[in-house]
């Protein structure tokens, strides 16, 4: 018996074991695959098998419109390296009738959503389901002086939603829900924190949008959270201590389970990495040390320009690789926990400053 005469169950359960990012090679096959692929039922067996048998990083650069994953593999000197798979997904910069520049791109539950502007600086949206290989565009209300942007996930419903922060003035504050469900923008009256700041993109971690942020008038770091679900932010939600008198605040996830932080100092070269235990309340947070890395030298010593900051964390292989936000490809690291050692990793032909780095488990949602 030929494999495309296979009974369907058999056939899906053979197909479910191809890698993610060979998913579109199966449905451009012959027609039967194609309509098993694009199957719900098929597509949440298919992606739950993938997340418990590979892991994938997503990088993605302000210079290339594309995504490209990134796997730790051990050597056989019982090191770990970094392999980068180069067929990255294309996205044309021209989708209108202006040419469009990705500002800031943002992860929740397996959905992309890119932050695009043109030289007038009005946004459009575009969400992306790498999965179905699928794509949206979500028009923005009109432009203010200031915004912030997150995206989450409602958890009562399952619908994502798209927050936006604006003011057209000191005293004019608003506050913004897209949800994709409806396909709409509303305007919600709900009380925020006027005195927070955050240069920072948020993170999204189950369904929530977490910052590093600062008070405006005492400059203190803390956490703050926006709970999709009850459409509001929560309290102020303490950091770890850092040593460090002068430092940057970074944010990663663990396996879409944990919040992990690194400060990373101005002066020297190093950094601080803190893991939460799992979050499943917005409103309660506690920390425990993941790594560190210290040394005397300064950042000149090391690489001249060098700022630790994007970084993702493998628990399982104590393992944590941290990025050179200036993007220069041989000023990365990676670091294991269990020999406190680090040492440069060669990420090309990744290039550029990046935008994006975390971990990515396939979404089986239809935008």
Not at 210 to 221: L, P, Q, R, V
Not at 285 to 307: A, L, M, N, Y
Request: glycine share 6%.
């Amino acid at each position: 018996m030929m494999i495309f005469n296979l009974p369907r169950d058999l056939l899906e359960e053979i197909l479910a074991r191809v890698p993610v990012k060979s998913i579109r090679a199966v449905r451009s096959t012959c027609k039967n695959w194609n309509v098993i692929s694009k199957d719900e039922r098929f597509a949440n067996k298919h992606i739950g098998k993938a997340a418990a048998r590979e892991k994938q990083y997503l990088i993605i650069g302000d210079s290339m419109d594309y995504l490209s994953s990134v796997k730790l593999y051990e050597t056989h000197n019982k090191k770990f390296g970094l392999s980068i798979n180069g067929k990255a997904i294309s996205i044309a910069r021209d989708h209108s009738d202006q040419t469009l520049y990705i500002s800031e791109v943002f992860l929740s539950n397996g959905l992309l959503l890119y932050v695009c502007r043109n030289t007038t600086s009005i946004s459009r949206l575009l969400l992306w389901n790498p999965y179905w290989g699928k794509i949206r565009w979500i028009e923005c209300p009109v432009y203010r002086s200031f915004e912030i942007l997150a995206f989450g996930c409602d958890k009562s419903c399952g619908s994502h939603k798209i927050l936006r922060l604006s003011k057209d003035n000191p005293d004019n504050h608003m506050m913004d829900i897209y949800d994709l469900s409806s396909d709409s923008w509303r305007t919600v009256d709900v009380a925020f924190d006027k005195n927070v700041g955050s240069s920072e993109p948020g993170l999204s971690l189950k369904g929530n949008t977490f910052w590093c942020a600062s008070d405006n008038e005492s400059k203190d770091y803390f956490l703050h959270c926006f709970d999709f679900t009850r459409e509001r932010f929560g309290p102020r939600l303490p950091l770890p201590p850092s040593s460090y008198s002068r430092y940057c605040v970074f944010l990663s996830s663990v396996k879409e389970e944990k919040l992990a932080v690194l400060f990373s100092p101005w002066s020297t070269f190093g950094f601080d990495i803190w893991v939460t235990n799992k979050i499943e309340d917005p409103y309660v947070v506690s920390w425990s040390r993941f790594f560190k890395v210290e040394t005397e030298k300064t950042i000149q010593d090391i690489d001249r320009g060098f700022r630790s900051g994007y970084f993702f964390i493998d628990e399982e292989k104590k393992i944590t690789v941290v990025f050179d936000i200036y993007g220069v490809t041989d000023r990365s690291y990676i670091c294991s926990v269990e020999s406190g050692h680090f040492r440069k990793v060669n990420l090309r032909p990744l290039s550029g400053a990046f935008q994006l780095v975390g971990c990515y488990v396939p979404s089986s949602v239809q935008i």
